[in-house]
């Protein structure tokens, strides 16, 4: 038997899964205090959660930071919320898939000379087939999981300086995808047939197992981090794959998804509340706690990755 099925099988329960469902059907809590010259960094914010997540901080009276793979849209959601909310926004513009840019975009917020109060880690794909970075990663693998993991780790001196910021992944409930772990030793899929499901869950759980060393790392400094399922709705992702998903995601997803408003809310709640000072390593469907499949609650799997991707890394030249 796979050595991952007999780990985690026995501690596979229903009841886990029942509460996702449920969850399912939870609006997201609201948050109405304003969040008045707090400083907040969303990365991918020109469409879909990230977008709507960046109105409603504006709304709300924060300045932006945002980190931004096209320059045209960029300037474009800049100008306009400067213009309807009068936000103070900064711009990164970064390609979160390229190793170099990831490094730029975290040093350019470890040189901030404010505090970041809010850092939202949202930039995501969906890929229904196997693509590579030009440093040779797995694309869900670099996005998903590199990027965050790149962006946070070169920023923890300031974290730990700071002690007030509040990290969010925005995960999914695709983690459950990957339902026996990961395998350290194909992390960039050269060694089976490519699932763009599977894939997407790897990168997720990925990005799971490395909240649990973070929020190790930045022990009782002050900073958190937590990860969110924005929800079921509406985005541009997968909008580059072939003909039978986007017909799928046009004709059966969107039609049956929420607007990525819901996620904003979550989102500002999550960033904002005063309930949420202090509470770190948690997930949140939307704003409800739940707890994690096996695979992602896996201490053991959280270390082991952490020391992979180090060494990834270092052999493409970054120390961090």
Same mark, same amino acid.
């Given at each position: 038997m796979n050595p991952a $099925? *007999? *780990?985690? @099988?026995?501690?596979?329960? @229903?009841?886990?899964?029942? &509460?996702m469902l449920r969850n399912m059907k939870v609006a997201p809590k609201r948050c109405e205090e304003?969040? *008045?010259e707090k400083l907040v960094v969303i990365t991918g914010a020109t469409s879909g959660v990230g977008y709507r997540t960046a109105r409603k901080y504006a709304s709300m009276g924060a300045r932006l930071l945002l980190v931004n793979r096209n320059p045209e849209k960029? %300037? *474009?959601v800049r100008a306009e919320l400067a213009a309807e909310f009068g936000a103070e926004v900064e711009e990164? $513009? &970064?390609d979160l898939s390229v190793l170099k840019d990831m490094q730029r975009a975290g040093r350019t917020l470890a040189a901030l000379d404010r505090p970041v109060d809010v850092l939202i880690?949202? &930039? %995501?794909l969906h890929l229904d087939a196997r693509t590579e970075t030009p440093d %040779?990663?797995?694309?869900?693998? &670099?996005v998903h999981y590199l990027a965050p993991f790149v962006i946070t780790k070169l920023l923890l001196p300031k974290l730990r300086r700071e002690g007030k910021t509040r990290i969010i992944l925005v995960g999914s409930e695709g983690y459950r995808f990957a339902v026996w772990g990961l395998r350290l030793d194909d992390l960039q899929w050269e060694r089976r047939r490519y699932s763009g499901l599977k894939a997407y869950g790897a990168g997720k759980l990925a990005q799971l197992l490395s909240m649990h060393v973070f929020a190790e790392e930045l022990g009782s400094s002050g900073a958190t981090i937590n990860a969110m399922h924005p929800g079921m709705v509406r985005?541009?992702?997968g909008r580059d794959n072939g003909r039978f998903y986007k017909w799928y995601k046009r004709n059966v997803i969107d039609r049956n998804?929420?607007?990525?408003?819901?996620s904003a809310e979550a989102l500002y709640w999550l960033g904002a509340a005063a309930e949420m000072a202090g509470r770190s390593d948690a997930f949140f469907h939307l704003t409800t706690e739940e707890e994690l499949a096996p695979p992602a609650r896996d201490a053991e799997a959280a270390d082991a990755l952490w020391k992979r991707t180090l060494e990834i890394l270092g052999e493409k030249g970054v120390a961090l």
């Open positions: $099925i *007999r *780990r985690y @099988w026995p501690q596979y329960e @229903w009841s886990n899964v029942f &509460a304003p969040f *008045r960029s %300037g *474009r990164v $513009i &970064a880690h949202n &930039a %995501g %040779g990663f797995e694309t869900n693998f &670099a985005t541009e992702t998804s929420d607007s990525p408003e819901v």
